[in-house]
C-alpha cells in the first residue's frame, strides 16, 4: 500500500537534511515481495530536494514523484538523476485522480494510505478520492494560534458540501489512544 505524503508534510518533517542533495547515488533497493509502501510525493512545483534522503530511509520499498506538465523540466531531470519514478497528470496541478489511475496500472494499487496535513486531505476529499477516514486519537491536547484541520479545503458555501461519514471500528489501544474509522457515504 503505498504512502501518499503532501510535499508541506515531507519538507516539515523529521530531522533536519540539507536543502538540496549533494549527489545521486541508489536508493534503498526493495527486495522481490518487499511489503513496505511506496512513498508518493505530490509535488509539481520541484520543492522537495531531498529525494536522496528520503530514498536512504528504511521506511519505502521505492519513491514516486506526481508532477504536472508545468513541473520545471530541470526538477524532473533531479528526478531522474535521483531515480525517482516520475508520473506526469494534469497542466498546472497534479490530477490527483489520473495519478492515482497510473499507480493502479503501474503497481497495482487499490488502496492508498494518506500520512498528511489537511491541505492534501482536503483535496483528495473534495475531489471525492476519499473511501475511508482512519484517524488516531491521542489523549493529548496541544495548543497554538495558527488554525488547522485534518482537511483544509476551501470553506462550505452551503450544506450540501457537507461530506457524511459511518462509523465503521472504534477501538481503544495502548495508551489512551482511540482508533476510528469511518467509511464515506456517497
Not at 524532473?76 to 493502479?104: N, P, Q
Request: negative net charge; hydrophobic residues 35%.
Amino acid at each position: 500500500m503505498p504512502s501518499l505524503a503532501g510535499s508541506d508534510t515531507i519538507l516539515g518533517a523529521g530531522e533536519p537534511v540539507p536543502e538540496e542533495d549533494e549527489q545521486a547515488s541508489e536508493p534503498n533497493p526493495g527486495s522481490p515481495g518487499d511489503t513496505r509502501p511506496l512513498l508518493v510525493v505530490p509535488e509539481s512545483r520541484g520543492r522537495v530536494r531531498i529525494w536522496h534522503h528520503l530514498g536512504q530511509q528504511p521506511y519505502w520499498r521505492g519513491m514516486v514523484s506526481l508532477c504536472s506538465r508545468s513541473t520545471p523540466d530541470e526538477h524532473l531531470e533531479y528526478l531522474k538523476e535521483r531515480r525517482v519514478e516520475v508520473i506526469v497528470t494534469g497542466d498546472d496541478r497534479v490530477d490527483l485522480r489520473a495519478a492515482l489511475e497510473e499507480l493502479r496500472d503501474r503497481h497495482g494499487v487499490k488502496t492508498v494510505r494518506v500520512d498528511s496535513g489537511g491541505t492534501l486531505n482536503g483535496v483528495l476529499l473534495r475531489a471525492g478520492l476519499v473511501d475511508e477516514v482512519s484517524l488516531l486519537v491521542h489523549p493529548s491536547l496541544i495548543g497554538g494560534i495558527s488554525p488547522r484541520s485534518v482537511f483544509r479545503a476551501s470553506d462550505l458555501a452551503s450544506a450540501e458540501g457537507v461530506v457524511p461519514l459511518r462509523l465503521a471500528h472504534l477501538e481503544q489501544l495502548q495508551g489512551e489512544v482511540v482508533w476510528l474509522r469511518y467509511t464515506v457515504v456517497t
